[in-house]
């Protein structure tokens, strides 16, 4: 079946420096959307992407969807400690709505 | 509401027991979905309703596990002959129609 796959797993950087992560897949999805998961907590929506090659940012955080549809980076500029989390990709699967996830990239920031 | 409330936050129960999670989505919101998510995962999906229909419930593992949203709103998971295998945190999201999800902040289920 379909399967998201994060790179890196884990990530710990000092405040202030960039990240990026990414997500690929071996099938194609029209749609990437990035959710941001703090402990005890559901994931919370970042950015949607709809169009092959869109790139769209939220305040600090820029998204691309790939060219090729397989594939997409979340981007996070000048990192602060609240950007601690867990960072999940996810895709539709099928035309319903429900949502294929990545395992996620934990992202710690050492202030 | 406001957001996607799910009741209890955390559910300890025994082997073998039945036990009830319930999802309350947001007003006006069509679809609703249950995934479970355990440690270290991404959400896994379970079970998704349109209105008061399961629509697509590929993703039970077992016949254990039932979910019913009788009036369209409000959701009920249920699990019976509860298993230690089935300890993880169960994440209910609502939509409008097949739009993003919004997630609650989930139940932590431990079975003991």
């Known amino acids: 079946g379909q399967q998201l796959n994060q790179s890196p797993q884990s990530m710990f950087i000092q405040e202030g420096e960039d990240v990026s992560m990414n997500c690929t897949s071996s099938s194609i999805f029209n749609t990437w959307l990035w959710y941001k998961q703090d402990p005890g907590e559901g994931p919370v929506l970042l950015i949607a992407l709809y169009k092959a090659g869109e790139l769209t940012s939220n305040g600090r955080l820029t998204a691309q969807f790939g060219i090729t549809r397989k594939d997409s980076f979340l981007n996070i500029s000048a990192s602060i400690p609240s950007d601690v989390g867990i960072y999940f990709c996810?895709?539709?699967?099928?035309?319903?709505?429900?949502?294929?996830f990545g395992q996620g990239t934990t992202l710690q920031v050492k202030p | 509401g406001a957001g996607v409330s799910q009741t209890p936050s955390n559910k300890v129960t025994e082997k073998g027991k039945y036990v009830e999670l319930r999802c309350d989505p947001i007003?006006?919101?069509?679809?609703l979905y249950w995934y479970r998510q355990s440690l270290g995962q991404g959400p896994e999906f379970l079970i998704y309703?349109?209105?008061?229909?399961?629509?697509?419930d590929s993703g039970l593992p077992n016949d254990r596990f039932f979910a019913v949203r009788p009036e369209g709103s409000v959701s009920t998971l249920k699990i019976q002959r509860t298993e230690r295998g089935d300890s993880a945190v169960y994440l209910c999201?609502?939509?409008?129609?097949?739009?993003?999800?919004?997630f609650g902040s989930g139940t932590r289920l431990t079975v003991v």
């Open positions: 007003s006006g919101h069509t679809a």
């Open positions: 996810a895709g539709p699967a099928g035309n319903t709505g429900k949502l294929i």
């Open positions: 999201a609502s939509s409008l129609d097949r739009g993003p999800s919004t």
């Open positions: 309703f349109q209105g008061t229909g399961a629509a697509d």
